[in-house]
Each structure stands twice: as C-alpha cells, then as structure tokens.
C-alpha cells in the first residue's frame, strides 16, 4: 500500500499508512526504524482496527531538514498528523522509542483523545541511575555508557549501528543482520545523534500518574533491551496498568508477530467492547 505524505508546518514531509477500518490504533516506532516494524501487526489487525503508521520525522522516508531532531518534535508531529486526519479518538501503541514519544505527546496534549495507551518493550527512563534500574539495556546503561555511545554514533556510526543490531534480536543473522545494519545506517547520524541525546534527558515517571486510561505493557522474554521484571514494574507505575509478556526479544513485533497481535487484539477487545 503507498505511503500518503502531509507538509508539516515547519516545511517538513511526514509520511504515514494507514490501512483497514474502525477504531484507530495510532503506531508510533522505535529509534532509527520505520513504519514497517507494524507490517505483520497492520496485516492482521486491519481486519477489525484502522491501523495508521508512519516514518517518524528523520527516519524512513519523512524528512528533516535540520541534524537536530528531539522527542517534543516528533509528538508535535503526530500531533499534527492527528489534527490533520481529524482522528477525535484512539489507541495509542508506542514500540520501543515510540513509547518515549507517545508519553510525550500524552505530557504536551493530555490523553484526552487517547482510549488505550499500548507500551511495547520501552521505558519511562532510558538511562540507569541510583534511583532507577528499569532502563536501557537490561538496568546497564548509565550516564558514563551514554557520554560514550554519543561519541560513537558522531564518529563511528557503523560500529554503533552494528552493536545495537545485535542486541535487537538473537534471530538477527548472516543477510537478515547485514539488512538490518545497513537500514539503520541509512539514516542521518547527526539528526539520530540529537535525538540520542535528547532521549537521555527523559524521564516519564511523573507522566505515568497523569495516564487515567488502561495500559498495556508487553514485553519479550528474551528481550537484550528491557528486563521482563522492568515491564512488569512499570506497568504497575500507572494506575490501570495490564502487562504481558510475549516469547522473543526487542524486535518481538517481527520475532512473534502471532503471539504480539493476540495479545493486543485481546486488550483492545476489553477497551471497545460496551
């Protein structure tokens, strides 16, 4: 299905998809991806959901046209994107990163519009301190880790996307590995920086009081990313919080897209159903 585009008001192009009919599932993905992690979720849930993905500003095929790219930017694009629509109501699913963004957009415009909010294998705070252990890379990733891989992604971006890659999945291997490495490369490791960097600086914890609406949280039991205790705690974070945990790693979504769409079908059949 081809890609529909909308100018946003800064002049950039934001390329969405949006696919079946019915209630809106807004799917929002990860750092340096594309819409195209939703492929398996969009071919079974267009049965009985409106599924609408999209390139986030500076990945896949929507542009940037500055190297600066930060989380407020990408939820005012969404923003934007829903306004555009004019969707009144739905679901909001953030994968990996997209999680980060979709709370963003929940802190700068309330959920007043959001039904369900869908958290899949993300966090509240990326960075691991003596005050949480919840974050990146199973509670590892500190701020003495971060300092180093922003080095790396401004002067050795092949060797960061190489290393991140093979913490997306233990499937990754031989073509499909070399695929996913060159994808990643493909973006503008200035912009990607940026967003690195601004990541570093959230933290969701307070926004997790404000969310009144159900929320799922689904994590991948083999999971390199976020430990499954980490989910779990999370979940428990807001006050209608639901979690599940699903067989496979960080890229679950592709790994065992089968078990994924169940486990979101099943959720979102309780939301809707009077």
Known sequence: ??????????????????????KTILCIHGFGADHGVFRF?????????????????????????SNNILVSDLSRDINELIKYLQIESFSLMGYSMGGTVALEY???????????????????????????????????????????????????????????????????????????VKNLMNNNNKALLS??????????RNIALMVDKRVLYISGNDSQFYREEAGKMISSMFK?????????????????????????EEFLIQIYTP
Not at 160 to 170: A, I
Not at 240 to 264: C, D, M, T
């Open 106 to 180: 929940i802190r700068t415009f309330s959920d007043v519009k959001v039904e369900a909010l869908i958290l899949i294998e993300s966090s509240l705070k990326m960075i691991n301190d003596n005050s949480w252990n919840s974050g990146l890379f199973l509670g590892e990733y500190d701020h003495e880790t971060h300092e180093e891989t922003l080095k790396e992604i401004e002067f050795n971006w092949e060797e960061f996307c190489r290393e991140f890659v093979l913490k997306l999945s233990k499937k990754l291997n031989g073509k499909n590995y070399e695929l996913a």
């Open 195 to 204: 967003l690195w960097n601004d990541m570093g600086k959230v933290d969701n």
């Open 240 to 264: 209608k919080g639901e979690f599940a945990s699903v067989q496979g790693g960080h890229l679950l979504l592709l790994e065992n897209p089968v078990e994924v769409n169940r486990v979101i």
């Open 41 to 65: 979720l969009e071919r079974y849930l267009s049965n009985s959901f409106r599924i609408i993905s999209m390139d986030l500003r500076g990945h896949g095929k929507s542009s940037c046209k």
């Open 1 to 22: 299905m081809k890609m529909k585009s909308l100018v946003l008001e800064d002049g950039n192009k934001l390329f969405y998809r949006v696919k079946g009919e019915g």
